[in-house]
């Protein structure tokens, strides 16, 4: 936290940080969505580094693999210079003092999330009483906006442009109809013929 009068202290109050160390934001992230954006840009502000942590072995099965949603989300999040992203396994507080985060930072977009949240915070605490769960509100136009529902609407063949960056609706579209991506992959191979005759 704070520790006023370092040099270090004006840096990062300079960047309008609140808190020193690292934070880090556990989930799931199947797939990111604008609001998870707007929470680590948030969380991007408010700690010297934020730390995105997708969880390796959930019980559900994913749509997408550990490995896009990683790609997905270092491709997003290229611009903040704070912000790692990881995965990890187990207990999310035990990875959380293996890379000596101080904070958890977790969203909550209406009071529905809260019982849930509330929940996890305090069991986490009963298991790391250090570690502290801080929560974020994301913008209101997110407010309704879940992975759960972006997969059910993007499955039954609904648009959820504005739910998530451009980049994961693209995955989405590959992912979902197989018909797009040869499509995608027969353009690539007429240009790159194109290319080969001038
Ligand atoms: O995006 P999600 O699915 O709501 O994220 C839930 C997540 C990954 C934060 C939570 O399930 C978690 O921390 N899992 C790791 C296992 C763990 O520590 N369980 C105890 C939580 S009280």
Redesign the pocket.
């Given at each position: 936290m704070l520790q006023a009068g370092s040099n270090r202290d004006v840096a990062a109050e300079d960047r309008g940080q609140l808190n020193k160390g690292i934070a880090i934001y556990?989930?799931?992230?199947?797939p990111p969505t604008n609001g998870h954006l707007d929470l680590i840009e948030r969380g991007s502000k408010m700690f010297e580094q934020l730390v995105v942590?997708?969880?390796r072995n959930?019980e559900?099965s994913p749509m997408f693999s550990l490995a896009e949603r990683l790609e997905m989300l270092r491709e997003l999040t290229a611009d903040w210079s704070n912000v790692r992203i990881d995965t990890?396994d187990?207990?999310?507080?035990?990875?959380a003092k293996s890379i000596d985060a101080m904070c958890?930072l977790?969203g909550i977009r209406a009071i529905s999330d809260y019982e849930?949240e509330l929940?996890?915070?305090l069991?986490?605490r009963k298991?790391e009483p250090t570690l502290e769960t801080v929560f974020m509100m994301p913008a209101v136009k997110y407010s309704y906006v879940s992975?759960r529902l972006v997969r059910e609407v993007a499955q039954a063949g609904g648009p959820v442009k504005d739910l998530v960056p451009e980049v994961v609706e693209q995955k989405l579209r590959e992912k979902l109809d197989p018909a797009y991506k040869l499509q995608e992959t027969r353009l690539i191979e007429v240009s790159r013929k194109r290319k080969k005759k001038s």
């Open positions: 556990p989930g799931s992230f199947d942590a997708i969880l959930s559900k990890f187990g207990l999310m507080v035990e990875y958890v977790r849930y929940q996890m915070a069991m986490n298991l992975s």
